[in-house]
């Protein structure tokens, strides 16, 4: 069985980070295993605490597992600071870790701010040179290419100023945003477009986890970067589309819409 580790903070509600990861690994045919950055209380409506771990414990989490059980693919989400990023950063050079997908979360859905200032010049210098792909929705676009971004044409110059500057493929998500479900890749070989169906769900907590663990997932399988990105698509538009609703906020998807559940045989 292929693996896949998620470095990325605990959602309680259990509909974005580790949660999501693991749970769309799983359902993606991959063995999961997680290092945690941050524990975060939070639910369907809003983030109300985060408590980091230190560089030390994290490093511990990431030494332990990398030595015993070697990662396929990594998907690193939700990291606060700069000495966790790097943390990550060197790991990821000491045990030659391959198949990286960074999200580069900053906001979460509900508004909290999910990584600090100064990290955000971490993430850059040191992270996203050494991701495959990174996954950022409009808003972290334009942190990272720094100008605003209100058309296709604009996500189309934006991703490209990304890959050049970063030296990473880049799927820079439509989303909620513009263009509806439509997500832009940019690679060595140019640009693609993926033109989802946008759904009618409004229960989006936890979309940007799930498809760059879905991506993470395709990697380790050993699938090509653009099968590895259509696929996910396949996967996040099944999840929104079992139409789950809970919790009082944007509430999570389902991860399971295509698992049975049921165990009453043994076949
Ligand atoms: N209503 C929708 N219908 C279909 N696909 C969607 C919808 N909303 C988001 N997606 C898809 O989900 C994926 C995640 O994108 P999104 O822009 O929502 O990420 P995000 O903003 O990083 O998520 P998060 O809310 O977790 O921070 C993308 O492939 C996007 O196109
Ligand atoms: C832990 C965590 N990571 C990422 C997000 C962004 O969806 C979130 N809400 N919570």
């Excluded at 990861?21 to 939070?42: C, E």
């Excluded at 701010?113 to 334009?142: D, F, G």
Aim: contains cysteine; negative net charge; aromatic residues 6%.
């Amino acid at each position: 069985m292929r693996t896949a580790l998620t470095i990325a903070g605990s959602d309680s509600c259990g509909g974005a980070g580790i949660q999501a990861d693991i749970k769309t690994m799983t359902a993606n045919g991959v063995y999961a295993m997680s290092a945690i950055t941050a524990l975060t209380a939070q639910n369907t409506t809003g983030v109300t605490g985060i408590m980091e771990v230190t560089p030390e414990f994290l490093k511990e989490q990431l030494e332990d597992v990398i030595t015993d059980i070697r990662p396929d693919a990594i998907k690193i989400g939700m990291v606060s600071s700069g000495k966790l990023i790097s943390v990550i950063a060197e790991t990821i050079t000491r045990f030659e870790l391959v198949n990286i997908v960074v999200d580069p979360v900053m906001i979460a859905t509900s508004g909290a701010r999910l990584i600090s200032k100064e990290a955000i010049e971490v993430l850059k210098e040191q992270l996203l040179p050494k991701a495959n792909i990174i996954t950022p929705n409009i808003p972290e676009a334009e942190v990272l290419a720094g100008f605003p971004i209100n058309s296709g044409e604009d996500m189309e110059k934006a991703a490209e100023l990304i890959y050049q500057n970063f030296h990473c493929n880049v799927l820079l998500k439509g989303g909620h945003q513009l263009n509806d479900a439509n997500d832009l890749l940019f690679t060595g070989e140019g640009k693609q477009w993926f033109k989802g169906k946008r759904i009618h769900n409004p229960n989006t907590h936890g979309t940007g986890c799930t498809l760059s663990s879905a991506i993470a997932s395709n990697l380790a399988k050993g699938y090509t970067m653009t099968e590895a990105v259509e696929y996910a698509k396949n996967y996040i538009s099944g999840a929104l589309a079992a139409m789950l609703d809970l919790g009082k906020g944007s509430g999570p998807m389902n991860h399971a819409f295509a698992i049975s559940g049921e165990y009453k045989e043994i076949k």
